[in-house]
């Protein structure tokens, strides 16, 4: 099996690097792709940088290029469930894109079309979830499974917050899965999200990407030995 792991900044993906035996480096649509052993599993990483076309940019290139089984993408979000703190975690049943809006045409805000097909929600592969729910348990971390949430927006507003989790009951938001679920659903790429909770998407909370960051590598190195 060949795992392709996106994360969306620097101190998400510097301690899974540390993993990767005999890694070796290559660029590919401006984009740093290493590649190399998990134990026994062949993984890709990258960092696609923050945003929504980024990581699609990213995902495209990564299953063009090297073909991964499956991916996972990784890092820190915006707790919107009223019971995940930092540093709690979020495991993704469904991504939704909450910032594309053509609801004035008579769709729903949300809405993406592929091909004249209306999607307002992209499911992850159910297997990949549950394994990744089951090592953040193992861990020892309080997990909750639900839809998370992106958009090209850093979610600091509890008008927002609220908004989000009226629309979607998602339990978090953040600015990749979204996009990253969209691609692998056009590509027919199996794909799953975990996010470890940095902040609570209002004015009340520090951000505290480092300290989550610490615990996505921990839930997915424990999730990756078992594949």
């Given at each position: 099996m060949k795992i392709g792991i996106i994360a969306a900044m620097e101190v998400e993906a510097a301690l899974l690097k540390a993993h990767l035996a005999d890694?070796?480096?290559e660029e590919v649509s401006g984009i740093l792709f290493t590649r190399g052993k998990w134990n026994k599993t062949e993984v890709i990483l990258a960092v696609c940088s923050e945003g929504k076309v980024n990581a699609a940019l990213c995902a495209e290139?990564?299953?063009l290029r090297y073909a991964p089984s499956a991916i996972i993408n990784t890092g820190v979000a915006g707790g919107l469930s009223p019971t995940l703190h930092v540093p709690d975690v979020a495991v993704a049943t469904a991504v939704a894109q909450h910032d594309m809006d053509m609801s004035?045409?008579?769709y729903q805000k949300g809405d993406v079309l592929i091909h004249d097909k209306v999607h307002s929600l992209f499911e992850v592969d159910k297997a990949l979830m549950m394994r990744l729910f089951e090592a953040a348990e193992a861990e020892g971390s309080h997990v909750e499974a639900g839809v998370i949430v992106s958009?090209?927006?850093?979610?600091?507003d509890p008008l927002k917050k609220e908004e989000l989790k009226r629309r979607y009951n998602a339990v978090a938001c953040e600015m990749e899965g979204g996009a990253i679920g969209h691609?692998?659903?056009v590509n027919g790429v199996p794909f799953a999200v975990l996010r470890a909770i940095s902040d609570t998407a209002d004015d009340g909370t520090a951000y505290e990407p480092a300290r989550a960051a610490a615990i996505s590598e921990r839930i997915l190195a424990r999730a990756l030995e078992s594949l």
């Open positions: 890694g070796k480096t290139a990564m299953i004035p045409l008579g958009g090209d927006a850093f979610i600091a691609t692998c659903y």
